[in-house]
DNA sequence: TATTGTTATACTCTATAACTATA
DNA sequence: TATAGTTATAGAGTATAACAATA
């Protein structure tokens, strides 16, 4: 059976202002203070996906390529990422994470999921509760990666 | 029944990863690009709460008191919100939202709703589904409003 | 003296425009 | 000519330090 118009809105309404506040709240728990939320998603990015150029992680972080030259600047400088220049087109660049780089993204996402569990344990949820949060995860994410 | 460490990490880690993905998608709406996350943060702040002074919105937005004054100069450049000196404590200044903030708010509200509802009509969910969502969304306030 | 807000100054993130090197 | 990346420059958002006005 499909939704009506009215349930979708209702939803809508309800799961963006959920989805907005434990953002907001989970955002402030990272590493280090020396990291911007984009040098953040970009490290991510290469940790899950690998090498990538400065064109396309401008694109996929959705900034121009002068300010992903700025931000990889910031990340070399800290050396959690190195640049590499093409051998085959020596136009481009390519960008590695380094070991320092993938700590940084591994501690942060412990202590978000930490906090996260942390909030979830002083609710005291039942395990029912804790499968319905699961559950709409997957739809959430459904919803974003179509 | 309380539920069991591991239930609460493997929950913890789903629903950030959810969460992060579907703000990040929805803060690309707004009503106007000539105004920040923190000056939104601060209309709705104000909206939903009546007038307060520079130094309580400083504090519920986590950023120092020069930085609020920056932000508040912003909105009222703009007429979105309006500057009253405190009568009683003259040292004080009073914030007050402008029927044009509460029109930007409202507007913004709505983009990321219908948004939001254009996103969960794609993926057709069953009135299930979206109960599912509904309930996880009142399950992740109650977490952060504790 | 303490508090509220602003100004002065500096750094980061972002953008557009102009440039260099390479294809 | 077109593309990949950088440099130059400017505006917004943030911070700390210093200041003015008021309590």
Known sequence: MSATDEALHLTATDLRMATFRLA????SAR???TISDTQLAVLA?????GRRTISTLAERERVT???M????NGLEEQGFVARTQDADDRRRV??????AGIAIVVETIR????????MLREVDYTEAELATLRDA???MRRAVER
């Open 31 to 33: 590493a280090t203070d």
């Open 137 to 139: 995860s997957a739809l």
């Open 45 to 49: 990015d290469l940790r899950m996906n």
């Open 65 to 67: 390529a002068p300010s």
């Open 94 to 99: 390519q960008v590695d994470i380094t070991d």
């Open 24 to 27: 907001r709240r989970l955002r």
């Open 111 to 118: 202590r978000r999921d930490e906090l996260l569990a942390d």
């Open 69 to 72: 030259t700025s931000i990889v």
